[in-house]
């Protein structure tokens, strides 16, 4: 059953859908908002007066172009790119390109709406955004690659500076498509602007842990939930779906921290493995061979591999759904719950469905929304920002406390909020208000720009 929204909120979210029809991620994504604001609005009447939330669900800028790029038997392909640059109050627009088949309007606006609140939870000065393309990079050889991110950059640059938009990576964007965009900004630019896109490798501007950022910071803030309810990750099982970069990362760091991940996937299907994911295969299978996921079990026996299988019908008592939107629909997460899991943190953007949140919320588990939970990806490129504007670079071990303290206090915040606003332990709740507040004093301070 959906949430009733506020009754000055509702007709908001009516024009948000008539105004933008067709894009279903993107209304969900903004209804998973608005349901928690009513009580905001009796706090703060100025944020009414100054129509924030009517402004906040518009874009202050998209951009949709044609890239047209050669592939390797000489035949010209046409891709759609996209670049949303949704609100810029505290700081330039921030947020990560994706390339994947199924890339819309609809997908960029929703990941571009809740990167405005991710971003402000961080406390860094970034402001929200998102952009992508419905280019598909597998199968594709690395010219064609390249020569993809080349057209794609052509049209973008021009909208991006290290104050005014700055991209990150994604799905299907990682520091070799970084590289080559990067590599192209700097050919038209003449300028060797290293502040202008994050996500850059080791030896041209990026940062140690930006890699690593979104799966470790999503689990120091799954060990602060867990902390809360006198518990750790020390012994516990868990699932991690994807095989990407959060997954991999959220793998390594949860064994690091004493838990044992049984189960990760790609969008084929799902590897088990008893004994606990053997990390370092996954990473010669994804990072370096970028080959698909059932390779797994042809090294270890022991393993199974379940083509288009569900991973969240394995019992665990951690589930970390790192893929992509909409992965845990309401009966998943009533599977989940009913095996024993007691936390859920999202590595993934929206990946519970409104149903699945309500089982998570109802059954009182610890369940951090990907606002919060992942945000030391973004938090981290903030941080590859700060290096790069004063020509530095920092150790791995001080660049990895920074995030970890950056997760602590996002986790604090949000946590504190649920306190002040009567729904404790509701970081979905603690999220979206604690996010929405630092935006709209912002917006109302700026004045109507
Ligand atoms: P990657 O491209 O590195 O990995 C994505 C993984 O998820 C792959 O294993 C992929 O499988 C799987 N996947 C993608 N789409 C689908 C789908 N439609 N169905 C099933 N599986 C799918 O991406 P990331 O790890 O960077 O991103 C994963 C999630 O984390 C996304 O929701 C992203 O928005 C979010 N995120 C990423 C951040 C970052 O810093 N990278 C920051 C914050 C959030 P396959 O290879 O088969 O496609």
Not at 164 to 185: C, K, N
Not at 210 to 238: H, P, W
Not at 319 to 334: C, H, L
């Amino acid at each position: 059953m959906k949430v009733k929204l506020d009754e000055k909120i509702e007709p908001i979210f009516q024009e948000v859908i008539k105004r933008n029809p067709g894009e279903i991620e993107f209304h969900q994504a903004v209804r998973e908002v608005l349901e928690s604001l009513g009580p905001v609005l009796v706090k703060h009447p100025e944020f009414g007066h100054h129509k924030i939330i009517e402004r906040i669900c518009e874009p202050e800028r998209q951009i949709i172009f044609r890239v047209p790029w050669q592939d390797d038997k000489g035949e010209v392909q046409i891709n759609r790119g996209f670049r949303v640059e949704f609100n810029s109050a505290l700081g330039p627009f921030k947020g990560g390109l994706r390339f994947h088949p199924t890339v819309y309007l609809g997908i960029i606006k929703f990941l571009g709406f809740e990167q405005i609140f991710k971003n402000a939870l961080t406390g860094m000065p970034i402001g929200g955004g998102k952009g992508g393309s419905d280019f598909d990079p597998k199968g594709k050889s690395e010219e064609e690659v390249m020569r993809f991110c080349q057209s794609f950059m052509i049209e973008l640059y021009r909208h991006l500076g290290e104050y005014t938009d700055v991209p990150a990576g994604d799905i299907g964007v990682g520091s070799r498509e970084i590289g080559y965009m990067f590599g192209q900004y700097k050919r038209i630019t003449n300028r060797y602007e290293s502040g202008v896109l994050t996500g850059k490798g080791l030896d041209w501007g990026g940062s140690t842990v930006r890699t690593e950022a979104t799966g470790y910071g999503t689990v120091y803030f799954v060990d602060e939930m867990l902390k809360m309810r006198g518990e750790s990750f020390e012994g516990k099982v868990c699932l991690v779906s994807g095989a990407g970069n959060v997954a991999i990362y959220a793998i390594e760091k949860i064994h690091q921290l004493g838990g044992k991940v049984v189960a990760c996937s790609d969008s084929n299907g799902v590897i088990y493995d008893p004994k606990g994911i053997d990390l370092p295969l996954v990473k010669q299978l994804k990072e370096v061979e970028r080959r698909r996921i059932k390779h797994y079990a042809e090294h270890h026996k022991r393993a199974k591999y379940v083509p288009n299988g569900n991973i969240w019908e394995i019992p665990c008592q951690v589930a970390m759904p790192s893929a992509t939107e909409n992965e845990i629909n309401g009966t998943d997460a009533e599977k989940l719950v009913k095996n024993g899991c007691t936390a859920v943190g999202e590595g993934a953007n929206m990946p519970t469905t409104p149903e699945g949140i309500r089982v998570f919320l109802d059954a009182g588990i610890a369940y951090g929304p990907g606002k919060a939970a992942n945000a030391g990806g973004v938090a981290t490129s903030a941080l590859e920002m700060q290096q790069n504007a004063s020509r530095d670079a920092w150790s791995f071990e001080y660049t990895e406390r920074r995030l970890a303290e950056i997760m602590k206090n996002i986790h604090k915040l949000c946590y504190e909020v649920t306190e002040e606003y009567g729904t404790p332990g509701n970081y979905v709740n603690g999220a979206n208000i604690a996010g929405f507040i630092k935006v709209a004093k912002a917006m109302v301070a700026l004045g109507l720009v």
